[in-house]
């Protein structure tokens, strides 16, 4: 059952931190999400080796990516001004005895 996988795994982001794909195969699962901060890249690690759900997480690669608001200022200017982002790759180790006895009831 992949639900309750995507659902432990939404649950545990924190604001401003979006999932941006994800695949799985019968004992992992792969995905790229999107960080503001190198912390939060930290914070989430934390949460998911915490999770009944999983056995290891395994980060394979952080790259850092602009995203550019575009903010008005007046009619005649704008300010574009840069936030940097963190897509951060991720291979997480299922917990098949857990997920066979059903996970969280």
């Known amino acids: 059952p992949v639900s309750p996988l995507i659902d432990e795994i939404q649950s545990l982001l924190q604001e401003h931190t979006y999932l941006r794909n994800y695949s799985f195969n019968d004992i992992s699962v792969q995905m790229t999400i999107d960080f503001e901060t190198l912390s939060a890249v930290s914070n989430y690690v934390n949460r998911l080796e915490n999770s009944p759900y999983f056995t290891d997480v395994q980060v394979g690669t952080i790259s850092n990516f602009n995203v550019s608001p575009v903010e008005l200022i007046s009619e005649d200017e704008v300010s574009f001004n840069e936030v940097?982002?963190?897509?951060?790759?991720?291979?997480?180790?299922?917990?098949?005895?857990?997920?066979?006895?059903?996970?969280?009831?």
């Open 84 to 105: 940097p982002r963190y897509a951060v790759t991720m291979s997480l180790v299922i917990d098949t005895i857990y997920m066979a006895l059903g996970g969280v009831q």
